[in-house]
């Protein structure tokens, strides 16, 4: 069974390679496929640093799968974590997609997605990478970037049943600051922490603000930009981001504590000690366990 597996696994990892990155889209015999997708020949089981290295070569970054190799090993073994981490190592912003509508909405906006298989059973899973760089409608196919052949043509019904055991999780890689075709307020705010998280404050300023263009009130995504800005040194932008959060938060808190210490170090005392002091008179303030009546 393994040594099957190990067949199957190095038809498909051996053609994730690569090239130089380009938006848009060409056409080519009624299909659509994403321009300057890279192409790496690799060898074994090194198909996940090899579609990493393709994603983030479309994004722009010039990378060979070789250099990615060492980031592949490590406690963790779960792939998923191991991809996007590796994506944001390199300021780029990594977003999870799930099932074959989401990854057809990325494709049509111009977006390669990385897709993870299960090529093993449940309790032993294989795992591997393939790239979907387009799709052909005639056909009810996706292009893929995987074995020796570059866009090879797989049916969905039947690229959706492998996907299937792998939780059809896959994985759009733009510029930071980008949005993906797919993006939802949570899970893009929480992208955006991740680069925060991840040392990338740059990356993660683009991001948010991303965010707020479209969702203006989230509490959440101007807390980060305001950490964020903080540590780039942006004092005054820190201020603002957590004075906005603090509008708009469900739980005001930490943003007015937040808003408190940059004030403070600013030299606004004044303006500190009264951040401080409504967080404070927040913290007292009893909590309803049921809504209020109606006076009606």
Known sequence: ????????????CL????????????????????????????EGFRCGPAAMAMMLGWSGVEITPAQLEGQFFGETK???????????????????VSGIEAMMAELKAGHPVLVLENLGVASRPL?????????????????????????????????DRLWSDADNWG??????????ATAQQRPFVEAARALEKAGRHWEAVLSYDAALSQWPADGEALMGLGSSLYQLGDAQGAVDAFRASAEVAKDPRLA?????????ELGRRDEALAAAQKAVSISTQPRRKYPAKSLD
């Not at 779960?78 to 999870?96: K, N």
Request: aromatic fraction near 6%.
């Open 256 to 264: 007015l504590e937040s808003l408190a210490h940059v004030l403070a």
């Open 78 to 96: 779960d792939p998923r974590v191991r991809l996007t981490d590796s994506a944001r190592r390199y300021g780029r912003f990594a977003y999870p």
């Open 127 to 159: 795992w591997h990478c393939a790239v979907a760089v387009g799709y052909d409608d005639t056909a009810h196919a996706v292009l893929l970037n995987s074995g020796t052949e570059a866009g090879k043509a797989v049916p969905i019904r039947l690229l």
């Open 15 to 42: 053609g994730l390679a690569g090239g130089c990155a380009m938006e848009g889209q060409a056409r080519a015999e009624g299909d659509t496929r994403i321009s300057g997708v890279p192409f790496h020949r690799q």
């Open 1 to 12: 069974m393994r040594g099957l597996c190990r067949v199957a696994v190095m038809s498909v």
């Open 171 to 180: 994985l759009v890689v733009v510029r930071a600051g980008d949005l993906p």
